[in-house]
């Protein structure tokens, strides 16, 4: 009799860690009310900033979860036209195409971001500091091949391109007024891109200012720093609005989200991540 008393509470106790887990996993709070869902996806260069957002919001805001991905402006955009996902993150503007899949999108700028090109150390320690905007050009349409032809060593360029589907890459080529490129190294990220050219010896790339640094340092373009005042100002060209797309207005706890990410908090954490705050 005693064993079954035991075998009896030990039965009672495993339904009630069962019923436990049910609750959380259906997406309650400890006190029972459930749990908000926000989906973000999309950019990688809006990635930092969704991300520190998210985790901070999240810790505030216990009865809404806020989760982030990745896969590019055109991935996320496509996520609000396929209703996969409450925010798609995007690096360029949305086009006229992806619009008329989602006419009631809404944009908010939620960061300002410049665009650098990078260059391998070694490459900016033999002379490569300051390039005009038709020699990149030129660099990436196979127009000019060796780092000779523009003040450098006499070392063929190792050219590090982003994937279309990045709003990286639209932004560069639209900027650029680049229509094709020559055939050359793809990568998805602004980190795979810093990772390939901060490893090689004689590579070129472009990425967000916040990923500038160590052994990929930035040149100027047409003798402008791509600097925050620069940015502002004007002066440096390669500049862009980093965007949260939203099928219609938001409401509820996507817009507490962006409401957060657009408050004093908010754009302190954009200028932590290396980007610009719109406010």
């Known amino acids: 009799?005693?064993?079954?008393?035991?075998?009896?509470?030990?039965?009672?106790?495993?339904?009630?860690?069962?019923?436990?887990?049910?609750?959380?996993?259906?997406?309650c709070t400890e006190n029972g009310d459930e749990i908000q869902e926000v989906t973000v996806t999309g950019s990688s260069t809006v990635l930092p900033i969704s991300?520190?957002?998210a985790e901070e919001f999240n810790r505030n805001n216990p009865n809404i979860r806020v989760s982030v991905s990745g896969g590019g402006s055109g991935y996320g955009i496509n996520a609000i036209v396929e209703g996969t996902a409450d925010i798609g993150q995007s690096s360029r503007d949305i086009r006229s195409s992806e619009i008329e899949k989602v006419p009631n999108v809404v944009e908010t700028t939620v960061g300002i971001d410049g665009l650098a090109i990078i260059v391998s150390k070694t490459v900016y320690d033999q002379g490569v500091i300051d390039l005009t905007t038709q020699q990149v050009i030129d660099i990436y349409s196979g127009v000019i091949t060796n780092w000779n032809q523009v003040g450098g060593p006499d070392e063929d360029i190792y050219v590090v391109e982003r994937a279309d589907t990045s709003g990286t890459y639209g932004s560069f080529m639209d900027m650029m007024d680049i229509d094709e490129t020559a055939a050359h190294s793809t990568q998805l990220e602004n980190s795979d891109v810093k990772r390939t050219v901060g490893t090689a010896d004689y590579a070129i790339g472009y990425v967000g200012m916040g990923y500038v640094g160590g052994n990929t340092p930035a040149v100027k373009l047409d003798g402008v720093a791509g600097t925050t005042a620069n940015v502002l100002?004007?002066?440096?060209?390669?500049?862009r609005g980093l965007h949260y797309y939203t099928n219609g207005e938001p409401t509820g706890a996507v817009k507490e989200f962006i409401d957060f990410i657009l408050s004093p908090r908010g754009q302190?954490?954009?200028?932590?991540?290396?980007?610009?705050?719109?406010?």
């Open 1 to 27: 009799m005693k064993m079954q008393g035991k075998r009896k509470a030990i039965v009672l106790s495993v339904l009630g860690l069962l019923l436990i887990s049910a609750v959380f996993m259906s997406g």
């Open 51 to 53: 991300q520190m957002c």
């Open 233 to 239: 100002s004007g002066a440096y060209p390669l500049q």
């Open 268 to 279: 302190e954490i954009v200028a932590e991540v290396g980007f610009i705050p719109v406010q």
